[in-house]
């Protein structure tokens, strides 16, 4: 499989997808293509039908968006999702809330892998989502135990939240314990830390 992807510093999208290949060893070459603003990302059109990153490339497969990637991958590897039905209906529910919302949040507080950390301001709707981020975050870690969203093993739930522990991380949007707790750990994987690596770089 190939992966194409953006730049690090930024591409939340791609890091979702990247991420979570990562974390559970699947093997794939991956391709970066610098993001290209000045004309209007033409080159991404060349693999994307979108123009957007991350494709994935699978022999006759070719897939653009990263929930569909991340499917696509769960079909073929075991554990990506949780195994008890209900608790996996939990983990579609919340990658999806979080695929579809989380607008303002998004729009205000872009990921960035090596912005020092300095608290800004943000608008009511901002503070809304992540208020909704630190009850989702709670809400699973009580419940499954942790330390990732849905117990021991990281998912795909886990990969669709992965920019926010950064933009909650950089920004400085919450103290709770539990987005606390959920940044330690996240940010101590080593797929995570050879991301940011790749990203100061």
């Not at 991956?30 to 991404?44: I, K, S």
């Not at 093993?153 to 909650?168: E, K, Q, T």
Request: aromatic share 12%; with cysteine.
């Amino acid at each position: 499989m190939k992966l194409m992807i953006g730049n690090k510093n930024y591409s939340s999208w791609s890091f979702r997808a990247w991420l979570t290949l990562k974390v559970y060893e699947v093997p794939f070459e991956e391709e970066l293509r610098r993001f290209d603003v000045e004309n209007n990302f033409a080159d991404y059109f060349e693999f994307s039908p979108t123009g957007k990153v991350p494709v994935l490339i699978d022999n006759e497969h070719r897939l653009w968006e990263s929930l569909a990637i991340l499917e696509h991958v769960a079909e073929q590897i075991p554990g990506l999702w949780p195994s008890d039905p209900r608790q996996r209906a939990h983990a579609r529910s919340i990658a999806h809330e979080m695929h579809a919302g989380f607008l303002a949040l998004k729009s205000e507080c872009p990921m960035n892998m090596r912005r020092r950390v300095e608290r800004i301001s943000i608008s009511a709707a901002a503070r809304k989502d992540v208020h909704r981020v630190e009850s989702i975050w709670a809400e699973c870690l009580e419940r499954y135990h942790g330390p990732f969203l849905f117990g021991s093993s990281f998912s795909i739930a886990d990969g669709m939240f992965a920019p926010v522990v950064n933009r909650l991380q950089i920004y400085a949007l919450s103290e709770t314990p539990a987005v606390l707790r959920y940044t330690s750990t996240m940010t101590g994987l080593p797929a995570w830390k050879q991301w940011q690596q790749d990203a100061v770089a």
